[in-house]
């Protein structure tokens, strides 16, 4: 991709986490700064720390933009995880709590013009909800208005992680490694084609013996596809 990405990356990490210096976030930090994309990190401790960066990103535009205004913009979550939910410090928010804190990445990008996306790095995340809370609202916004337009905008593509080494849980080793290898890969396209994502997973699988997978959204069926 010519344009490379812009990258905000929510991580949550614990106090054991923060002492021994395991974050994803700081990593991936480097090596996307290396290939071209523009990346910023926040750390969240706490369920309103997540709430405030997602209203935080909502609000970016292109004005002070003056050139790839298109570039796609991903926001890459970070966190310790079952398949209930997500951690965040103290705080457990399951899928449709998540999808509340998220709510204004969802309703409220209107003014960024490129091609949104979503990660969700963390344990169980391959279990997450997500999907079905952006199709349930469109499907009772269709139920009830009349207005074809629905109040929400799904992400053109979520990605998650379903786990490593055979295992549903995912080590952070691997899961770094293997988003380091796919934003990298993801750069090289020209554009972001189902045909060439797919590709990319299958690739990580067989390099990293991680499973990654893409939700990519479908407008004509009005629900998510998933690879």
């Known amino acids: 991709m010519s344009d490379k990405i812009r990258l905000f990356i929510i991580e949550c990490v614990g106090p054991m986490d923060l002492l021994q210096d395991r974050s994803e976030a700081k990593a991936l930090e480097k090596i996307c700064h290396i290939i071209g994309h523009e990346v910023a990190i926040l750390t969240a401790y706490c369920a309103e720390d997540l709430e405030k960066y997602c209203d935080y990103i909502s609000s970016i535009d292109n004005i002070h933009v003056t050139r790839s205004k298109q570039r796609p913009l991903c926001i890459h979550l970070s966190a310790h995880g079952n398949e209930r939910g997500v951690s965040f410090g103290r705080d457990f928010l399951n899928w449709q709590q998540l999808f509340m804190a998220m709510d204004p ?98 690739d990580i699988e067989h390099a990293a013996d991680t499973l990654l997978r893409a939700f990519k959204w479908d407008p004509m069926t009005q629900r998510y596809i998933k690879y």
Not at 168 to 181: F, L, N, R
């Open 105 to 202: 990445l969802f309703k409220d990008m209107e003014q960024y013009n490129g091609e949104v996306m979503i990660s969700l790095s963390a344990c169980g995340a391959g279990n997450q909800t997500l999907v079905n809370e952006i199709e349930q609202e469109i499907q009772r916004h269709h139920e009830t208005h009349c207005t074809p337009t629905p109040p929400i905008s799904p992400p053109a593509y979520i990605f998650v992680t379903q786990g490593s080494q055979g295992d549903e849980v995912i080590y952070w080793d691997d899961a770094t490694v293997s988003w380091t290898i796919f934003y990298h890969r993801l750069s090289k396209l020209k554009s972001i084609r189902d045909e060439d994502v797919h590709l990319i997973l299958d």
